[in-house]
């Protein structure tokens, strides 16, 4: 009995180990998590084949292709621009220049600005005192002048009136201004009837206020009773 009573005894603690033993496995895959299924990263497309016709064709592209595209690429510049210098009355004529100042007289001269040439009529062979209407002495001095000025197309022709400081208040000039102007526009009306052409000349009346000698005797205001014709270049 006593032996059968430990048998009985040892499995029933058998058993309840093996209970207790079932209950901790159970418990403990409880707790652990769930590992989460791994995704695999989508692998890369597979390189498309290069043709070789295509790199034949890209490699043999014509130079003109080849600019267009360097074209694109760089932006353009516009040129530099070099000043051109040019000699002063290229087709002046010189020889008749010099025939004039070689005959040099108080009527009618050249008389040089910076390389510029001014062709000065006196008022002895233009113009009667106080008036405007061309004498015939000028004519001759006048078509002189066309000769030189004619064909530099390239430049205007200012006419330039000048008077001295003597008062004058007259119907036809009020004052000097007129005078001037008046006589200008005389001798560019004469010139534009010699083959000048009219849209190249130019009428200044300037008075009394640019003397080329001081008023101060009768022989200086005779000089400053002028009519100078010179050259602009055209722009």
Known sequence: MWSLADLMTLLLVF??????????????????????????????????????????????????????????????????????????????????????????????????????????????????????????????????????????EDYQIVVSGHTDNAVICTPIFPSNWELSAARAASVAKFLASKGIEPKRLVIQGRSKYHPLVANSSKENRRINRRVEVSLLRDQ
Do not use: H
């Open 15 to 152: 058993f309840v180990l093996l209970y207790a033993n079932t209950l901790s496995q159970s418990q403990a895959a409880i707790e652990k998590p769930t590992p989460l299924p791994q995704i695999s990263e989508p692998s890369p497309p597979p390189p498309l084949p290069i043709s070789k016709k295509s790199v034949a064709e890209e490699n043999s592209a014509e130079p003109a292709e080849v600019e267009a595209i360097a074209d694109l690429q760089e932006p353009t510049r516009p040129p530099v621009l070099q000043p051109v210098e040019q000699e002063p009355f290229d087709n002046l004529n010189k020889e008749k220049i010099k025939e004039i100042e070689e005959n040099f007289s108080s009527d009618f001269y050249v008389r040089w600005e910076e390389k510029e040439p001014v062709f000065v009529l006196g008022e002895s062979i233009s113009f009667n005192s106080g008036d405007a209407t061309l004498l015939r002495g000028s004519q001759t001095a006048l078509e002189r002048i066309v000769e030189i000025v004619q064909p530099l």
